[in-house]
């Protein structure tokens, strides 16, 4: 990410304002709300940058091995965005490993693909605690904290709120997001075509 010399004027200041806390005037407040719409701007950019390349990225192994040319050079602009190679491109390209750059790619890949794994079994292995002995649940009836409170009489679950008439009820998550269709494939005369 690049930053003008505007910019890099207003963040400076505003990292002057941070270090040094005092009053700003209006002009600085609106400088550094600009300054925070660009760069949140910019970071929607490289997302929606980084989704075409992975898309297309994807249409290229699709239609392996007559891409292979653009497979594999999309494929490097990829990991060089940070993407971790997923099974689909490492079985890509040992189909293509006959070519020195898909062999070399295929060696780097493993690699990242590797180190990927192993970083997730570490995060996984670092966010749980280490086995101990088994505590019954809190948030249940019968846990530890039931033992040391009385029985009280239980009270009923408040009753739903009634719907107000021309009131939508929530959708279902189905209704939301209806389940994706399969584009159908081109008729077979065109194929033969083309």
């Known amino acids: 990410m690049a930053f003008s010399a505007d910019e890099l004027r207003v963040l400076r200041r505003a990292l002057a304002i941070a270090l040094h806390p005092m009053p700003l005037s209006d002009e600085d407040v609106q400088d550094c709300l600009r300054l925070a719409g660009s760069v949140d701007e910019a970071v929607g950019e490289a997302g929606r940058l980084r989704a075409f390349l992975l898309a297309d990225l994807a249409r290229y192994r699709n239609a392996l091995p007559g891409s292979a040319a653009g497979y594999l050079e999309l494929l490097q602009d990829a990991l060089a965005a940070g993407y971790d190679p997923r099974p ?95 584009p159908a494939p081109p008729p077979s005369e065109e194929r033969a075509a083309g």
């Open 88 to 182: 689909d491109d490492l079985a890509a390209l040992r189909a293509l490993r006959g070519g020195p750059l898909a062999a070399a790619l295929l060696e780097r890949c493993q690699v990242l693909a590797e180190r990927s794994v192993r970083a997730r079994l570490a995060g996984r292995s670092a966010g749980a605690a280490a086995p101990g002995p088994r505590s019954r649940l809190l948030a249940l009836p019968g846990g530890r904290t039931a033992a040391r409170e009385p029985d009280r009489p239980r009270t009923p679950a408040a009753p739903a709120k009634p719907q107000k008439p021309g009131e939508r009820p929530m959708p279902k998550p189905s209704e939301v997001f209806p389940p994706r269709r399969r």
